[in-house]
């Protein structure tokens, strides 16, 4: 019987993952990075979220999918919502020229301020640091950026969920991931089948997570299938489609 993505990753017994990097490899499925939209905003926490990739409609839309309104829960101060991008073009056609470094720095220190104003239960999301090494931001920027935000929700207590996009020809944004991998709590990679396209099963996942004994490394692998919704988690081997 498939699991809910939910189930597959087990948030609720591993207590010690805080900080989550998400890599969708040679595939744009976006079902993990929603899944952790979705489970904040429907255990109240309040969530700040940056994204240099989708509007805030997109981010709606899916929470609708679900039952909730995002508009009504930014209204309760629950959700803060940073379009990187309006912000980057802002400063494209702007006559002043703004350092990278500069720019960054306005998003720490947006989120660093916001952080006060939420409840105790808290989330950050950055979706997605990829574009942003597309943009021309250095590695060296975006390493201390992220190292920031990393200390700022440990010290905030807050969960950190950072998603990234990476291909063949992105040995950069490989890089990148890679430098970060060893400091976040799990991993989770999303990838197409070897095999390709299949229609019972829309690809593969896997999880590799710190756990509680001497840092030791847990490592799941699975397929899955999405839906309008959500994501179904199926042990592999189960569909006789996929050989």
Not at 134 to 155: C, D, P, W
Not at 226 to 239: M, N, V
Request: charged share 20%; net charge neutral; aromatic share 12%.
């Amino acid at each position: 019987m498939p699991l809910t993505f939910e189930n597959f990753l087990d948030l609720e017994k591993n207590v010690n993952i805080r900080k989550i990097l998400i890599q969708g490899k040679n595939n744009v499925d976006l079902f993990a990075l929603h899944h952790f939209l979705i489970y904040f905003l429907r255990n109240k926490f309040s969530l700040w979220m940056l994204s240099s990739t989708q509007s805030f409609n997109h981010y709606s839309n899916i929470a609708s999918k679900n039952s909730l309104n995002l508009m009504s829960i930014q209204t309760e101060n629950k959700f803060i919502f940073v379009n990187a991008m309006e912000s980057l073009s802002q400063q494209y056609f702007s006559k002043e020229i703004v350092p990278n470094e500069e720019i960054l720095k306005t998003f720490y220190n947006k989120v660093s301020s916001d952080l006060k104003s939420f409840d105790d239960k808290k989330a950050i999301v950055i979706d997605d640091i990829s574009t942003l090494v597309m943009l021309g931001f250095s590695m060296k920027t975006l390493r201390a950026f992220i190292n920031y935000v990393q200390r700022l929700s440990k010290e905030n207590n807050a969960y950190f969920v950072l998603n990234t996009h990476t291909s063949c020809n992105d040995e950069d944004i490989q890089l990148l991931f890679n430098d970060f991998a060893h400091s976040f709590d799990q991993l989770i990679i999303t990838e197409p089948l070897n095999t390709g396209f299949c229609k019972e099963v829309s690809g593969e996942v896997t999880t590799i997570s710190k756990t509680a004994i001497h840092g030791r490394l847990k490592k799941a692998t699975a397929h899955y299938k999405l839906s309008d919704k959500a994501a179904s988690i199926l042990p592999i081997g189960l569909s006789d489609a996929v050989v």
